[in-house]
């Protein structure tokens, strides 16, 4: 199980990271946590890294010296993360030729703050985009975060903090 967060933006616009957050994170126990940007504060990645190891990248306000965009490869499933405001937009057609670039299965983004899940089929490949939302800041949503079970077609189940 993946952990995927978002827009977390501690230290700016957030206090501390939910403890609603940190409680379902312990529950789930996810092998992994992705982080899409704008974390704004280390403490918050050496939090999360207390729970599972964590792959994050930069975010338009972040000053934390992380990558721009990264991949990993869990259970076959290739997975990009950027955090999307390097996008002319952030729409499904952009969204999804950045996730052909990047040679993903899946394009993991925030930038945001509004879940959203859904694929796109171009030039013969389908591909997931996924934003987690945020778990501290939403924007016309509710917080929380989203949780990807790996395999051929990924299961992304959504996970609202209340």
């Known amino acids: 199980m993946i952990a ?3 827009d977390t933006h501690v230290g700016d616009r957030a206090k ?27 403490e918050v990645l050496e ?5 599972a190891p964590v792959i994050a990248v930069r975010g338009n306000v972040d000053r934390l010296n992380l990558p721009e965009e990264e991949t990993v490869e869990v259970n076959g499933l290739r997975i990009g993360i950027i ?10 057609q952009f969204l999804t030729l950045k996730a052909l670039d990047m040679e993903v299965d899946l394009l993991v983004f925030g930038h945001t703050h509004r ?30 975060f989203a949780v990807i079970k790996p ?12």
């Open 151 to 162: 395999g051929e077609e990924p299961d992304v189940k959504r996970i609202k903090l209340w």
């Open 47 to 51: 939090t999360l890294e207390e729970i």
């Open 16 to 42: 501390a990271l939910p403890i609603p957050l940190l409680e379902k994170l312990k529950e789930i126990r996810p092998e992994l946590i992705l982080h899409a940007g704008d974390i704004t504060s280390p």
């Open 115 to 144: 879940f959203y899940f859904d694929f796109f089929s171009l030039y013969g490949r389908r591909v997931f985009l996924l934003n987690p939302g945020s778990p501290t800041f939403p924007r016309w949503d509710e917080p929380g």
């Open 83 to 92: 955090h999307g405001h390097q996008l002319l937009s952030i729409n499904p």
């Open 4 to 6: 995927v967060l978002s």
